[in-house]
């Protein structure tokens, strides 16, 4: 299923530049950046638990703010995308 995780950490502080990173380099180990804090993940329920989890446990519920949107399995019926930096495919094929 496709899950849109978007966060918005509290960065005045330096434990909030080291929260941003390591939610960040979470969010990158599971799916491909949209935007500067909106990350796009294609999930088994197994990876949703364990990425939640993970990022839950990394943000400080005070000061940030952490949202998953659940678009399922017909996701591309429900994106639409402008301008220039164009969508990838996540069931596509991937080069390292």
């Known amino acids: 299923m496709l899950v849109l995780i978007t966060y918005d950490v509290k960065t005045e502080a330096a434990a ?3 929260r941003l ?3 960040a380099k979470i969010c990158c180990d599971y799916g491909q950046r949209v935007q ?3 990350f796009e993940c294609d999930l088994d329920q ?3 638990v364990v990425v939640k989890d993970k990022l839950l446990k990394t943000m400080d519920e005070d000061e940030d703010s ?3 949107y659940y678009l399922g399995n017909r996701y591309s019926q429900r994106i639409e995308q402008y301008g220039k ?3 990838y495919d996540p069931e ?3 080069l390292v």
Do not use: E, M, Y
Request: no cysteine.
């Open 66 to 68: 952490l949202r998953f």
């Open 21 to 23: 990173h390591r939610i």
């Open 36 to 38: 500067n804090s909106v």
């Open 85 to 87: 930096k164009r969508s």
């Open 92 to 94: 596509g094929v991937l």
């Open 16 to 18: 909030g530049r080291k």
């Open 46 to 48: 197994a990876q949703l």
